[in-house]
C-alpha cells in the first residue's frame, strides 16, 4: 500500500520512477485511470521523457477512486467510463484542475459541470488512420456481405451467396463530418474511384460538398464521423433516414447516438436500407468491452441487430491499434505537462 491509497481501495497502481533529469523543467504527476496493461507500459516509458511521473491504476475514475489523484493537478482517463458530476466533483476536492480523455470524443464527460468546479477537460489527437482504415473495411464488408458469407462459412457452408456483392467504383458514398478522420475516409476512398459526397458545417475537404438531405438521397453509403453533441444527437433520425437512397448502407464508427436506432432497425427490418455496419451503438456501455458469452443479453436493439444477416457489429474498436494507441499516451502526456506548465506560470 502506498501512502497516498486509501485503505478500502484494491487499485492497481504502479508508479514510473522520476528521470534523474529532464529538459522540461519540474516534474508533473498525472493518475492514470482505467489503464490496461499495454497503456501502463507505454505511460512509462513515454512519461519520463516530458518529465512527466504517472500513476497508473485499472480502476475506473469515480467517487470512491478519486483520492488516488490526491497531490496531482493532472488526470487521464478512458472513454469507457461515464463521468459523473459527482465524480468531477470528489475529483476537484482533491485538487484535480485538468481531466484529460484517452478518445477523441468528450460526450462521456459533463464539461460544462467540470467548469464549475474548476475543471478543465481535454480529448486527445491520434492516428485518424485507425478509424479510417477500419471504416473503409466496414463499407466492403457491407456491400459484399460479409456477415452472410462468413457464417455459412463457419458452418462449412461454401456455396455462392444468394446476393451479389457490390462495387465501391459504382457507388457514391456521402461522408457525414469531414474533420481528420472523414477526410481521412475520403483520401482513402479516391483509389477506389467511387464518387465522394460530404457534409460538414464547415466544409475542408476535396470533397464535393452537398447539403445534407441531398447526400442522403444520392448516396449508396453514408458513414457518420462527427462529434456527438446536441446539435449531432440522432442526426440520422427516422425523417431522415426515411430520406436515404432505397438500399443503401449505413456505417458509424462514430458515436452511437447519432443515429436514430430504432427508426435504424426498422428501416432494415423493412427493407428500406440495404444493410449497416456498426462499431459503435447506443446504449453499448455495460456491454462492449465485456464478455457476454454466458450472459442473457435480452430482446433489445444489439440482440435484435445482432440477428440480422446484413448488419455488422463491432465493439467500439475501430480505433484499436498499436499506433493510436502510442499517439494517444503520448498527447495524454503532453497535454498535461502543458497544462501545468501554464497552471505553474499563471501562478
Not at 493518475?31 to 497508473?56: I, K, M, N, Q, S
Request: charged share 25%; glycine share 8%.
Amino acid at each position: 500500500m502506498t501512502d497516498r491509497e486509501p485503505a478500502r481501495s484494491s487499485a492497481r497502481r504502479t508508479r514510473s520512477p522520476a528521470p534523474w533529469s529532464s529538459p522540461v523543467g519540474p516534474t508533473t504527476g498525472i493518475t492514470v485511470y482505467g489503464c490496461e496493461p499495454d497503456e501502463a507500459l507505454l505511460f512509462h516509458e513515454l512519461a519520463p521523457r516530458f518529465g512527466v511521473v504517472p500513476t497508473t491504476t485499472g480502476e475506473a475514475v469515480s467517487e470512491a477512486t478519486a483520492e488516488l489523484a490526491r497531490g496531482n493537478r493532472c488526470v487521464s482517463v478512458g472513454h469507457k467510463t461515464r463521468i459523473t458530476e459527482s465524480t468531477l466533483l470528489a475529483l476537484s476536492r482533491v485538487g484535480v484542475t485538468y481531466l484529460s480523455t484517452r478518445s477523441a470524443g468528450r460526450d462521456h464527460v459533463d464539461v460544462a459541470f467540470a467548469k464549475t468546479v474548476g475543471i478543465s477537460v481535454e480529448n486527445v489527437d491520434y492516428s485518424p488512420d485507425s478509424v479510417a482504415d477500419y471504416t473503409v473495411m466496414l463499407m466492403l464488408m457491407a456491400v459484399r456481405n460479409a456477415k452472410s458469407v462468413l457464417r455459412r462459412a463457419d458452418v462449412h457452408d461454401y456455396r455462392s451467396p444468394d446476393v451479389r456483392g457490390r462495387e465501391l467504383r459504382d457507388l457514391t458514398v456521402g461522408v457525414i463530418g469531414t474533420g481528420r478522420i472523414g477526410a481521412a475516409v475520403i483520401d482513402r476512398l479516391w483509389g477506389f474511384g467511387c464518387r465522394r459526397l460530404a457534409y460538414d458545417i464547415r466544409p475542408r475537404t476535396s470533397a464535393d460538398h452537398t447539403p445534407l438531405d441531398e447526400l442522403l438521397r444520392q448516396s449508396d453509403i453514408v458513414t457518420l464521423h462527427t462529434p456527438l453533441n446536441a446539435d449531432t444527437h440522432h442526426l440520422l433520425d427516422r425523417r431522415r433516414i426515411e430520406r436515404v437512397k432505397p438500399g443503401a448502407f449505413v456505417i458509424n464508427t462514430g458515436r452511437g447516438a447519432l443515429l436514430d436506432t430504432e427508426a435504424l432497425i426498422r428501416a432494415l427490418e423493412s427493407g428500406r436500407l440495404g444493410g449497416a455496419a456498426l462499431d459503435v451503438l447506443e446504449g453499448e456501455e455495460g456491454t462492449f468491452y465485456a464478455d457476454c458469452r454466458d450472459r442473457d443479453i435480452g430482446t433489445g436493439r444489439l440482440s435484435r441487430l445482432g440477428e440480422m444477416s446484413n448488419v455488422v457489429i463491432s465493439p467500439h474498436i475501430a480505433y484499436h491499434t498499436d499506433h493510436a494507441l502510442r499517439d494517444i499516451v503520448e498527447n495524454s502526456i503532453v497535454n498535461c505537462r502543458e497544462f501545468d506548465r501554464r497552471k505553474q506560470h499563471w501562478i
